[in-house]
């Protein structure tokens, strides 16, 4: 999505004094008042430019350069001076590493008896905290009437979330996250659904790819054969509708918003749903045992650090194309991860066996050739 879309409501707002400081030709004051910040575009420039320091005023707060929303503003001004290109390859693929190593670090959580519903509860609310971060960008005010829109994307991803986790407890981690990579196919056949724009006969050989992908995928090994691949398969199936319709809405809806509205307002409203899997709780919170809780709580952080490094990629510099084929080697990566450090997090999939293993390896290799297929 370019960024010019998701940030076009984030229009710096200057008074005329301040905006003479910068004319062409002119040299900036030597005193100034404090810089009125309401978006991406301003903050960068009052952080990048020649008023390092002024006091900044973001919203009704007046803050200093080492307040918070400075430090955002910071982390903003890196991510615009590196190139598109660059950073449509390097920040999707620390996000796919991201969402390797957190599938295998919820997978060892679940193994240490936290379960299902445990765990997707405090990974929403951990995500949602994260989430919150990107209000400060601010926005456009939140219509009431207008809210049913973030809901529905926030019950696609509740959906997903449960299938995604559901996936991961019952099977293994380089059979469920591959599929997950279907997402980018059926984003393609969702778009002209509830976007209207066309689909080309790339997606139906991509398709054929992707099957065949599956295929390889679930050859089993006559003396270990992978668990429960039958709900791995339809969980994860299920999971990758959701996320697809949960991205196409998000870009459908996204510039009406803001990304400093409608992503936190769907992870709030996720967070608010999550409490209803209490009633789903085996025991609770506080019976989990105390060497899971690490594996819970790092596992979360980088499922919620992964996800806003992908869609702020695609909301700072667009390029969705290049970002998404990037991103789908995570499912390369989730067997790689398996193969060569399984035994860090005690993951015993890497003892499947050498031939099981190349078989996924290629079904992976299979899938994401569907995937820069379709997105290409």
């Known amino acids: 999505m370019p960024s ?8 710096p707002r200057r008074t005329m004094a301040r905006r003479k400081a910068f004319m062409p030709g002119e040299s900036p ?7 009125e910040c309401s978006g991406k575009d301003e903050i960068m420039e009052w952080i990048g430019g020649e008023c390092l320091s002024e006091p900044v005023r973001h919203g009704k707060q007046r803050v200093s350069r080492a307040g918070f929303p400075a430090l955002i503003a910071c982390v903003g001004v890196l991510l615009a001076r590196v190139s598109p290109e660059f950073a449509t390859t390097l920040f999707p693929l620390v996000a796919a590493l991201l969402y390797a190593f957190g599938a ?4 060892r959580s679940s ?9 997707t509860f405090v990974a929403n609310l951990i995500v949602a905290a994260l989430f919150s971060l990107l209000w400060l960008l601010g926005g456009p005010p939140v219509e009431k009437e207008l809210l049913w829109q973030p809901g529905v994307i926030a019950l696609c991803l509740f959906v997903g979330q449960l299938s995604q986790f559901l996936a991961l407890e019952k099977g293994d981690v380089s059979v469920a996250v591959p599929i997950f990579g279907l997402k980018v196919i059926l984003v393609a056949f969702f778009t002209p659904i509830l976007i209207g724009e066309a689909v080309g006969m790339k997606l139906w050989i991509a398709a054929f790819l992707s099957v065949l992908g599956i295929t ?34 998000v870009q459908k809806w996204g510039p009406s918003w803001g990304a400093g509205r409608l992503l936190p307002c ?21 019976k989990v045992p105390g060497r899971a809780w690490p594996w819970l709580l790092g596992g979360s952080v980088l499922f919620g650090v992964q996800s806003i490094t992908f869609v702020s ?18 499912g390369l990566l989730s067997v790689a991860l398996v193969w060569l450090v399984g035994h860090w997090f005690h993951n015993a ?13 290629a079904g992976a290799l299979l899938m994401m050739s569907a995937i820069v297929l379709v997105v290409v």
Do not use: C
């Open 4 to 11: 010019t879309a998701i940030f076009s409501r984030f229009r």
């Open 29 to 35: 004051p030597l005193k100034s008042t404090a810089t």
């Open 104 to 107: 295998l670090v919820l997978k």
């Open 111 to 119: 193994e240490l008896g936290v379960g299902l519903w445990r765990t």
């Open 216 to 249: 390889f995928l679930n050859r089993k090994d006559a003396d270990r054969p992978p668990r429960h691949l039958l709900i791995t398969f339809i969980a994860g199936g299920i999971g990758a509708v959701a996320f697809a319709i949960f991205d196409v809405l």
């Open 266 to 286: 769907i992870f709030w409203i996720n967070a608010l749903l999550s409490f209803g899997l209490i009633f789903r709780f085996s025991a609770p919170l506080s």
């Open 313 to 330: 990629t695609l909301a700072v510099f667009g390029k969705a194309t290049n970002a998404n084929i990037v991103y789908a080697s995570r």
């Open 349 to 361: 999939e890497q003892h499947l066996g050498p031939k099981v293993m190349r078989w996924r390896l």
